[in-house]
Every structure is written in C-alpha cells, then in structure tokens.
Nanobody, 121 residues
Framework: QVQVGESGGGLVQAGGSLRLSCLAS????????VRWYRQAPGKQRELVAS???????HYVNFAKGRFTISRDNTKNTAYLQMSRLSPEDTAVYYC???????????????WGQGTQVSVSS
C-alpha cells in the first residue's frame, strides 16, 4: 500500500509565504511525476504546478513567478514554495504523485487528503 500526505498549510497574511510538503510513503520503488492542485470553495480543482523525476517543472499562469515546485527524491518528498500570497490563493491544496509500487511495479496515481491554505487580506 502506498500513501501521499500533504503538510504545511495554514493561515497567512496577504503578501506572506508558505511551503507545502508532499510525502509519499509505503512500499515504493520510486516516485514519478508529482503535481500540485488546488480547489477553492465552489470552484473546480485546478492544476498549480508539476515536476518530473529529473526536475523539469511546469507552472500554470497564476503560479509563475510566485510559486516554486521542487522535490527531494531521496526523501520521496515534493515541495511547493508559495510567496506573495493573496486572498485569491485561499484553497485546499492537494498533491498527486505517480508512484511505482514495490509489490507489483505498477504506476499508481495517488492523491493526498489536502492541506488548507487561507490568506487574509
């Protein structure tokens, strides 16, 4: 069994910063692509950023220049550093990791439970 868990959310003032973490655990050979998503109240879940195992990154427009995705493959952990936050960034942030399972070597797309980010004005 494999799991993904996010941490690092919280309440921050506008203009502030937060760093989210995404830890993959369980019987893992390796973690493949990792994507961060977010879902604001009443809105659909949307992609924020993604990173490949060798560190290639992709950002959607609202994240460019403010958010940085990174990873530490030795720790099966990915990060989302967010700066210059605004109230519009308030959402539950989810991590999705594609994990190569150790029991059957299958690729499994796994979601975390999400972490709340709230930005006050």
């Amino acid at each position: 069994q494999v799991q993904v868990g996010e941490s690092g959310g919280g309440l921050v003032q506008a203009g502030g910063s937060l760093r989210l973490s995404c830890l993959a655990s369980g019987n893992i050979v390796r973690v493949d692509d990792v994507r961060w998503y977010r879902q604001a109240p009443g809105k659909q879940r949307e992609l924020v950023a993604s990173i490949t195992p060798d560190g290639k990154t992709h950002y959607v427009n609202f994240a460019k220049g403010r958010f940085t995705i990174s990873r530490d493959n030795t720790k099966n952990t990915a990060y989302l550093q967010m700066s210059r936050l605004s109230p519009e960034d308030t959402a539950v942030y989810y991590c999705n990791s594609v994990i190569v399972r150790g029991d059957n070597f299958n690729y499994q797309s796994t979601w975390g439970q999400g972490t709340q980010v709230s930005v006050s004005s």
